[in-house]
Structures are given as C-alpha cells and as structure tokens.
C-alpha cells in the first residue's frame, strides 16, 4: 500500500534491505499441453443474467433455484396403493355386473329411453345410442373408482415418476429479451436518460466484450451515481471511452487469473456445495445447493475439522476467491491471513501480498496498524503480544507499551521499531538516556512524566514488562531484519486500507517461527476489528480469513467479532480442533459467530461443544412393543403352535406409541462418526437474523 493510498501500480518498487536479487538466467519452458480438453465455460452473459434467482432461506444457491415444499407430503405405501386399487377395481367389475345383468333395476337406462324417440326401436341409431350410453356409464364407474382406488398415483409410483411437489414461492419468470425487465438492456440506465449509455452496455453485453465482473463493477459504479447524481457525467464518459472497461478496478485486473469455484456475481454468492437428501436435514433444503455470500459471512464463521479435512481447498480458497472477485467489482475488500505455501491462489490475484520474513517481499507489515494514537497503538500490541498468557492482565500490560510509546512518538515523530522497542522493554541505559534527552530538548513534560512511571514499575510485582520483552524478542530475529520498519523507507500494508477494494494475501512463517506467526495474527485481529469498526465509509464489505486461527483469538477479540456485524465485516476461522482456543473462550466463541461448520472426522468433545450450540428440537418418535398372545381357545391354541413350529416365533401383537420428544439436531457421536469424508455440518444466520438449521452438506470438490 502506497502512502497515498493507491495499490497495484506498475511503478518499479525499491528493493527491500537484506534483497538478494535472483539471478539473470534463461527464459522458462513453455509449459506442457494440457492432456484434456477445457473445462465448460458455461453460460453466456446474457443467459447468465436472464437466469430468474430466488431464495427461501439463508444459504440457498439462488442461481436457477426452485424452491420445495417445506414439509414432505405423507406417501402412501406402495403395497397399500396395489391392494386399494384392486379392491376398487373388483367393486367396480361387481357393480357394473350387478347393473348389466338387471339386478339393480333398470333405473340407470332411463336417461337412455328419455331422449331417444320411440321411433328408433329395433334400429340402427337405437343401437349406436345404446352403446354410447354404456361407455358413458363405464367410464363414469371407471373415473370414480378409479379416484377411489387412486389409480393414478399407482401407475406413476409404477413408473418412477414423481409427482410434482407444492412450492411455496413462486418462481420468478424469466425476463423476455428486450423486455422493459431485461437486465442486460440495463433498464435502469435508460429510465435515468440515458439511452445512449443503456445501448452501449448492451451491445458490450451481447457481444461477449463484458464479463460478469464488468457486469457486477458497473452495476456498483451506477449505484454510486445514483446514490449522488453529480457522478452521472463522469460515467457516462468512462463508458463511452471504455464500454465494459469502463470504471476498472486500480489494478486494471478485470478478472481473476484462475477461478477453482462456481460463482454468481449478480447474488454474490459462491456455490459451497449440495445438501444432503436424506432425513438428516430439512426436506425444503435437501437436494438444493450451498452457497455463501455477504449477507451470512457478514455473522463470522467458524470451521472446524482435522488437517487433511478440505477446509483449505473447500471452504477458505473458494471464498476468498469470491470476495476477491467482489473486490474487483468495487464491493468488497478481502485479506487472507496463512502460513507460506498455503494454495490460496497465484499472487497475480492479489492486489498486495506481505511474505513476512521473506527478503524479497515488496510489501511490509505495519505493525502499528496505520494510527497515530499511542493509546490505541498499545491496546492493539499488548493484545498480540500477552493477550493469551494466563494471569496476565492485558489493559496493565497496554498501559505499560503507552508509557514507551507516547514518548517515543513525541521524540522522535514516529513509534518505535521493533529493536527499538525491544531495547526499551528491556532498560537498556543507552536507549533510555537518548529517550529522556529528546524529551527535555523538546519540553514534553507530560511525556517525561509517563516515562518517569514507566521506570517506577519496572521493579514492581507484576510489572508485565519482561513478559512484553519476551515476546517483543520474537519478532527481533534476524529473519525480519528490515521487517516492521517505522522510519518510512519501506512499503507497510496497514488495515486502515480497508475503505479500498483491495486483495490482500499475507503469509506468515509458520515452519520456522510458530510463536511470532501466532503473535502476527492475534494483532491482525486486534487490528481488524478495530480498523471495520472506525472505518468512515461502511459500503465495503471487509472480510478478514485465517486459515489457520490456532492460538489466535483473545477475550477482546472474540467480543470484537459480535460488532462486525454492524460493521458490514466479518471473519473465517478455521480450527483442527477447539482444542487450540483456551477453554473458557469456547464457549463464548461458538456464541459469537453466526455460522458454524464441522467437517467429517471431528473429535466428540469439539462435537459436544457443536451439539451444545445448536441446541434440541422437538421430533415424532413412534415406539413398537412386540406382545406375545395367549390364547384360551383349543383350537386357537393349536394354530398358535403350529404356526410357532412353522416359523420359529412365538404369535404376537405390534403396540406402536407415537409421542413428541425433544432430542439433539445433531449429537456429539453422530458428529464424529456419522459425517462421511467430503461433507460436513453447517448452520448459517444472515445478519438480518435468520436461521438455516445444522444441514449436512456434500462439499464441492475444487481444485
């Protein structure tokens, strides 16, 4: 990130200290030809957009949905529906014979003798008449007995084919081409004057020049105008110069380099997967399809499931995908935090990309977050840095980082770096002594009195400034050396950046540098809820994924993931275990995010605590006694015994018992074994609050 606030530019960057520049040699190999043949595209824009879209509920696929019935309709016993239809059918044979043969009377023929003349007796229209009547009357017993016996449901049950399901929604109809409704004839353009502008986006539509991210980036652009119409000049010209280029993304980017999900711009929504149909879920949602968009990651999501699960490349790579996607359409704004080498995508689909400890990274981290407030500095570094050490109280240890650096700010106009801060943490004389001269040259007396407290403490009990030493120490390795730089010579990546529609990949060592990966993450978090919360325009959706969040969340930070909500922001979190959160955040954890996930393999206590959250429901059990039956009869006796001898099984009698009973949607042991390889559990809430009950999912492969 620019200090100007641009990204993305083609300017030539300056080389970071400690780059060792790779070495001139030939150019690469073309790569091998591909073995098969590509992928479907799929869909043209213009059928893509014509596409109707609907929703029942919170995570449907609403691309070409059609919503179910949210109850399944009682099905009849096939064996049932054979011997109704045979009764009916042997009633009607017996009723039309009783009618034929004048056992009945003669009533059913008067119809017949009432409207055929007398003069017809003996010839030939009497009988044609006659015969009519009969096919009347048989197909009259054949409609009602058939109706009876229910014939036409048996002869489609004996097909195979079902029967049509009742929806509750209607399905939007499809718009008609050049219709007043047709999205790609951009109505509302038109309805604001401008035809011309209406015409020229269509025709780029049509002729395969606008993809759907220019499709998505100008419908944004247009809201803006229409939020302020002072901007209608401007993008009228920027599509007349530009057409579907028009209104691009700073980078330029007009598409991600590779795509490994299905996505649908116009809902931005990715395709997560298909529900299960089995009774395990819902019937109104089995068989539909998964996805995930803003309005449901806007509650956080919490993922759990042992390394080798898929939530990598099933969950955290397609959805940062789709909010980088957004973010090249001027929607969103995404970061993804892993550890090196993690397959999140080729770096050209990232706007910057922070390889901590790697000298060849163009892109810093600031560690201070972008303010310029002491207070809130220390708040967000004391929380990284002893935010999970038991005993130890975090406000103490923020009051104790404000003491060095306000005035260290004050001397010097900048916070300190990461040696510097290290060397006062640790009372270094040398560092202390040219701290305390800078301050009496300048005259900052109150700034004297917060370094004057600050050495008051060291010596106190429970001063946390050899733990901050400790940790602060982590970060001092020759392997960040030219990382973390406050002195302006580097390129620092700040969350304040978050008002922009930016991509963001940031790797942490984790191979080599366990606890300072943890430290960098913990103050991502602290950082991002801080920065979606202040942050002036909220339009953007700011979305913040780990990949992996062990030894990563905080007291203060779980608090902080319930007002993302309001913040239009949220966060992925993925865990191979509740194990690796303290224990008493557990609980409050589950609480805080609105959508939970346990993919196939979870252990039964992470399963208890997923049970716990999703809580019971109230089902229909129906329970069979088996009766033996005494008879007091000889002859009774005696077909019992034989029976008993042919068989091998006492006579008895089925007492079935249905009864109302409150169960859990899914237990701790159906969860750890009952959750096959490529699936898992999911329960969503929409920042509007609604509920998709705990569904299990067949999880789309991706590569």
């Known amino acids: 990130m620019d200090t100007d606030g641009t990204y993305g530019t083609d300017e030539k960057r300056p080389p970071r200290a400690g780059h060792v520049p790779r070495p001139a040699g030939p150019p690469p190999a073309l790569p091998p030809k591909p073995a098969h043949a590509p992928a479907d595209p799929g869909p043209s824009l213009t059928d893509w957009l014509r596409t109707p879209r609907s929703s029942d509920g919170p995570g449907v696929w609403t691309y070409g949905h059609v919503p179910r019935a949210a109850e399944e309709p009682e099905r009849t016993p096939t064996r049932q529906l054979i011997s109704g239809a045979l009764i009916a059918l042997l009633a009607g044979l017996l009723l039309w014979s009783l009618l034929w043969n004048g056992y009945l009377g003669g009533f059913w023929l008067w119809p017949l003798y009432m409207f055929t003349p007398d003069s017809w007796a003996g010839k030939l229209p009497s009988v044609v008449a006659s015969y009519i009547w009969y096919g009347l009357v048989i197909a009259t017993l054949t409609v009602g007995f058939g109706r009876l016996g229910r014939w036409p449901e048996l002869a489609r049950r004996m097909l195979r084919s079902r029967a049509v399901q009742a929806v509750q929604a209607a399905v939007p109809a499809r718009p008609e081409e050049g219709g007043p409704e047709d999205p790609v004839a951009w109505p509302q353009v038109r309805g604001a004057g401008l035809g011309e502008i209406a015409d020229r986006l269509g025709a780029e539509a049509g002729s395969g020049r606008m993809n759907d991210v220019d499709y998505a980036r100008i419908r944004r652009a247009w809201e803006s105008v229409r939020a302020e119409p002072a901007r209608a000049a401007a993008f009228a010209d920027a599509v007349r110069d530009k057409g579907a280029g028009a209104c691009v993304h700073p980078s330029g980017a007009r598409d991600l380099p590779v795509r490994a999900a299905r996505h649908d711009l116009l809902a931005r929504q990715v395709l997560l997967g298909t529900v299960d149909d089995s009774e395990r879920n819902p019937y109104g949602r089995r068989g539909t399809r998964l996805a995930l968009d803003p309005a449901v990651l806007g509650t956080s999501l919490l993922a759990v499931g042992p390394s080798g699960a898929g939530k990598t490349r099933q969950l955290v790579r397609p959805v940062v995908e789709s909010l980088a996607l957004q973010a090249l359409a001027g929607q969103a704004a995404v970061i993804a935090v892993a550890s090196a080498g993690t397959q999140l995508g080729p770096d050209t689909a990232y706007d910057v990309v922070v390889r901590v400890g790697d000298p060849e990274s163009v892109y810093d981290l600031d560690l201070y977050g972008g303010t310029t407030d002491a207070d809130e500095a220390a708040t967000l570094l004391a929380e990284a840095f002893v935010g999970d050490v038991p005993g130890l109280e975090v406000r103490r240890a923020a009051t104790a980082l404000a003491q060095l650096l306000g005035p260290f700010r004050a001397a010097y106009g900048r916070f300190p770096a990461v040696p510097e801060l290290r060397e006062l943490l640790d009372r270094v004389p040398e560092a202390l002594g040219a701290l305390r001269s800078a301050l009496e040259a300048a005259g900052h007396q109150v700034m004297l009195r917060e370094l004057d407290a600050r050495e008051r403490q060291y010596a106190a009990q429970g001063d946390p400034g050899p733990a901050l030493a400790d940790r602060v120490a982590l970060l001092d390795r020759p392997a960040f050396a030219g990382f973390f730089d406050t002195t302006g010579q580097g390129r620092p990546f700040s969350l304040r950046a978050l008002e922009h529609p930016l991509r963001v990949r940031i790797d942490l060592p984790e191979r080599g540098h366990a606890d300072a990966s943890r430290i960098l993450a913990r103050l991502l978090l602290a950082q991002f809820n801080a920065s ?101 009869q000889p002859l009774t006796r005696a077909i019992h015994a034989f029976r008993k001898l042919v068989t091998g099984k006492a006579v008895t009698t089925d007492a079935v018992t249905v009864r109302q009973v409150e169960r859990e949607r899914w237990s701790a042991s159906e969860l750890a074994h009952a959750v096959p390889p490529g699936y898992a559990v999911l329960s969503l809430t929409s920042v509007r609050g609604e509920r998709a009950a705990p569904l299990l999912v067949r999880l789309a492969a991706t590569g």
């Open 532 to 632: 979606a919360a202040a942050r002036a325009d909220r339009s953007l959706f700011a979305f913040l994924a780990f990949d992996d969040a062990s030894h990563t969340l905080t007291p203060q930070t779980v608090r902080g993931l319930q007002r993302l909500r309001s913040a239009n922001a949220g966060v992925l979190l993925t865990l191979r275990t509740l194990d690796d959160v303290p224990e008493a955040l557990r609980t409050p954890l589950l609480g805080a995010v609105g959508c939970r996930m346990a993919f196939s393999g979870v252990t039964t206590w992470d399963g208890k605590r997923f049970a716990e959250a999703w809580g019971t429901e109230w089902v229909e059990t129906r329970d069979v006694t088996h009766r033996t039956v005494f008879a007091d």
